[in-house]
């Protein structure tokens, strides 16, 4: 069942977004060759909690963190650890959610660790675009596979692939709703998009093949071949002409000033 939300509900969203946002501001300052996932993963998790928000991930099917933190083969997923210590040349994707007035807000960004291979940076970059392809699509009036087309035909001619075991998803007062947006279809399939249908759009584009193996520990997602992979995601609230963003990547922004991408 997809919930289409009132003005007010996606007011609230946008609250519980920023509230996201800035923690993702917060983790942005401390992310440097030595730091730790767990150092990052309590940063976000004492930033949520002392700006009133719950961090929705921890106890989520049992899930142990407030971040998914996953670093270079890690596509999704991955457990924050003091074990896990950020290298230069790295990258890591951090994803959480956070609950502020009984909803959700979802969002996830890729960085870069210290100085990132050209070839690794475009991997980033084209991720990204992929992103706000898919943005574009959520409109009134489009179908689903409009946004799942648009970011798999920008990840797959840049030769890149795209992960199909995870996908983005209808958020609200659940974390995930309906309906499932995946990173990959066609275009003109799929339901026909509502104003005031709110999406966490999601590509997880991988630089190898597109096989996922999961950890031992039950969460983490690598790819098989152990090449990097990149995540970015946005809330957004579909409306007639241009989609609404909910989240935001601001706070990132004004801390990696010109190493944005
Ligand atoms: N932010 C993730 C998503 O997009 C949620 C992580 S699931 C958890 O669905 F179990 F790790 F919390
Ligand atoms: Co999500």
Redesign the pocket.
């Known amino acids: 069942m997809v919930f289409l939300k009132t003005d007010e509900e996606v007011e609230w969203m946008r609250q519980s977004n920023q509230l996201l946002g800035m923690a993702y501001g917060e983790v942005a300052k401390a992310i440097a060759p030595g730091v730790t996932t767990a150092q990052l993963d309590k940063i976000a998790h004492d930033f949520i909690c002392d700006h009133g928000g719950i961090p929705?991930?921890?106890g989520?099917?049992?899930?142990p963190?407030t971040l998914?933190t996953s670093v270079n083969e890690q596509v999704?997923?991955g457990i924050p650890s003091k074990e896990v210590v950020l290298q230069d040349g790295d990258i890591i994707s951090i994803?959480?959610?956070v609950q502020l007035n009984g909803f959700h807000a979802?969002?996830?960004y890729t960085f870069p660790v210290g100085d990132v291979k050209p070839e690794i940076m475009q991997l980033l970059k084209t991720t990204k675009e992929c992103l706000y392809l898919g943005i574009e699509q959520a409109v009134t009036g489009k179908r689903l596979g409009d946004i799942s087309f648009a970011i798999q035909n920008h990840a797959e001619k840049a030769g890149y692939s795209v992960c199909r075991e995870?996908v983005?998803?209808g958020?609200g007062r659940d974390?995930?709703e309906d309906p499932e947006v995946c990173n990959y279809g066609r275009r003109g399939n799929g339901i026909v998009l509502k104003s005031g249908m709110t999406l966490?759009i999601?590509p997880m584009i991988m630089m190898g093949r597109r096989n996922v193996i999961i950890e031992d520990d039950g969460?983490t997602a690598r790819a098989a071949d152990r090449k990097p992979a990149a995540h970015y995601?946005l809330s957004v609230c579909v409306r007639n002409g241009k989609a609404d963003i909910l989240s935001t990547f601001d706070y990132i922004k004004e801390v990696l000033g010109d190493r944005y991408i």
């Open positions: 929705s991930c921890l989520y099917e049992g899930y963190a998914c999704v997923h994803d959480g959610c979802d969002s996830a995870f983005g998803h958020i974390m995930h966490a999601e969460w995601e």
